[in-house]
């Protein structure tokens, strides 16, 4: 092919159009990313795959990533994903992190910080795998100069954009598939590759999720997070991420009066809280959710049946009576009500 077409954002539309009729002809494409420039074919195409490989000398048996928009799309078109997944995509994507989801085959998904690359994907519905841009054994090229003449001779087409390209490669997790375990537990990750994410960046979210669920996320939900994170024994149950959220409720809103006047009593904080709605993707990350009603938990698997077997009803089976609107009375019942249900599910987890 000839020379590299420098990528214009004015020009956007005009070339992912170009990008997307190459790969639907089974061509090879040479794009940037956020890290390293990439070789990209379409997904599910035996022929591009063979030409992908023979291009790069390298063996058929060697994974290539599966780029996809956000975890929402990876969910759609490879299935369930770990919680842990979840939690990492919906965090650091788009960004330079792939996550290999380990199996028989496993499955390497990547979301790239790259403005052409959403394009494209929106254009190609059965979307697009892709490897860095290098021969085997090379480094792979933090500019399009330093992409084998070779290997860029016998690209369809090539897109560059040194601006946006950082030299340094993703980083690559291994992560166990699967459900999450209950009582909610940590899961070993594979450090595969070292790269532009630290594991500093990582590691809150690798700490198994706890998800108090109410409707207005603003009395009972609050509460109960404040309640386990003074009574969960971590010696013996391991550290967790707490989290509380709302089934119909705005975001950022105060909790309730009474639900403050308890927290001073009893020695909590909820000075900082803002309420948070119910999102799919928060829910699909959480290893456990301790909701306040049967309603409640018939709401999430209305939309979420696979969650079935990770949602607790609270004091079941008549579930904590929502307190708002009540007197000081009433949430101190409320909230004495939901310091026994968590304590009697603590005593059920302990080995």
């Known amino acids: 092919m000839g020379q590299p077409i420098e990528f ?31 070789l990209f074919v379409r997904s599910g195409s035996p022929r591009a795959r063979e030409r992908l490989f023979s291009l790069k000398g390298r063996p058929s048996s060697k994974a290539v990533a599966e780029y996809v928009a956000d975890v929402e799309d990876a969910e759609q078109r490879f299935g369930p994903l770990p919680p842990q997944a979840i939690r990492l995509g919906n965090a650091l994507w788009p960004g330079p992190l792939t996550l290999v989801v380990q199996g028989d085959p496993s499955l390497g998904l990547r979301c790239a ?38 290997l860029l001779g016998g690209v369809d087409l090539a897109i560059s954009d040194d601006a946006a390209v950082t030299g340094s490669a993703s980083t690559v997790l291994g992560l166990r598939p699967g459900a999450p375990e209950i009582p909610p537990c940590s899961r070993p990750v594979e450090w595969v590759r070292s790269g532009a994410v630290t594991r500093e960046d990582v590691a809150p979210l690798l700490l198994p999720r706890l998800t108090f669920v109410c409707t207005g996320n603003t009395c009972r939900s609050p509460m109960a997070r404040a309640i386990a994170e003074e009574i969960w024994p971590e010696e013996a149950l391991g550290a967790v991420d ?36 119910a999102s799919p993707v928060d829910l699909l ?32 089976p008549e579930g904590i009576p929502d307190p708002f609107g009540g007197s000081s009375e009433v949430y101190e ?19």
């Open 333 to 351: 019942q409320c909230a004495r009500s939901l310091k026994r249900s968590i304590g009697r599910l603590i005593k059920e987890w302990m080995p």
């Open 113 to 150: 910080r790259h403005p052409l690359l959403e394009e494209v994907l929106a254009r190609v519905p059965k979307g697009i795998v892709g490897t860095s841009a290098n021969l085997t054994g090379e480094p792979a090229p933090g500019s399009v100069q330093c992409v084998s003449p070779g």
């Open 8 to 38: 214009d954002t004015s020009q956007m539309q005009s070339i992912a159009d170009a990008v997307a009729r190459h790969l639907e002809r089974d061509d090879v494409v040479l794009l940037p990313t956020e890290t390293v420039y990439g």
């Open 285 to 316: 990350g959480s290893d456990v959710i301790l909701v306040m009603t049967e309603s409640h938990r018939r709401h999430i698997l209305s939309a979420l049946p696979r969650l079935a077997p990770r949602i607790f009803v609270l004091g079941a």
């Open 242 to 277: 707490f989290r509380s959220c709302g089934l119909s409720c705005g975001e950022g809103e105060p909790a309730s009066e009474g639900a403050l006047g308890v927290a001073k009593k009893f020695g909590w904080d909820l000075s900082a809280h803002g309420s948070q709605p």
